[in-house]
């Protein structure tokens, strides 16, 4: 009889915090305890909300990436990407307004390839291949920079990163010391 878990949101962790910048390390078996995190992951970017979530981003430097392009009212899809990489892109790549949770309230255009193939493990434990264009790629490769210690706003020009980041700091401190 399976035993029921119910799921936890956990707290997402913003910029700047130094956790962000950690490389995260890849999963060497997707276990009971994997499925559980990937489910926290799920509950955590649907409260938040958001489409994507990265381990890291609440904590974990493991390279796992939840995500759920459904409309609101659509019925939920959540993907699951345990090691991803990417085996191919499109040389084209394609403009898009992008927004992260770790980085609360700020919003700005990327360019990145507009399709890309990667290689994965599912929530299961089986290796996938997939090809991905439009959100679907802008979403992975976000969440795959997360992987690696990089913010959308790294992105950026020198100018605005520093705006942002100093925005977000200022927000951190107003809220410590309410």
């Keep these: 009889m399976p035993i ?3 799921m936890t949101i956990r707290e997402i962790i913003t910029a700047p915090d130094p956790r962000l910048k950690v490389i995260s390390k890849p999963v060497a078996e997707v276990t009971a305890e994997t499925r559980a995190l990937m489910d926290d992951m799920l509950e955590t970017m649907y409260a938040a909300p ?4 990265a381990a890291i981003q609440i904590g974990v430097p493991l390279r796992i990436i939840v995500m759920d392009l459904a409309k609101d009212d659509e019925e939920p899809d959540p993907r699951y990407y345990i090691n991803p990489e990417i085996l191919e892109a499109a040389e084209e790549t394609a403009p898009y307004e992008e927004g992260c949770l770790s980085v609360p309230d700020v919003y700005d255009t990327v360019e990145r390839p507009d399709y890309v193939k990667l290689r994965f493990i599912d929530y299961h434990g089986e ?3 997939m090809e991905a264009s439009g959100l679907t790629a802008t979403c992975i490769q976000h969440e795959m920079d997360h992987l690696e210690g990089i913010l959308f706003i790294d992105h950026l020009s020198r100018l605005k990163r520093s ?3 100093k925005k977000l700091a200022k927000q951190k401190r107003l809220e410590a010391e309410a």
């Design 163 to 165: 705006m942002v980041l």
């Design 127 to 129: 290796i996938r291949t």
């Design 4 to 6: 029921f878990r119910a």
């Design 50 to 53: 958001g489409i994507g979530l």
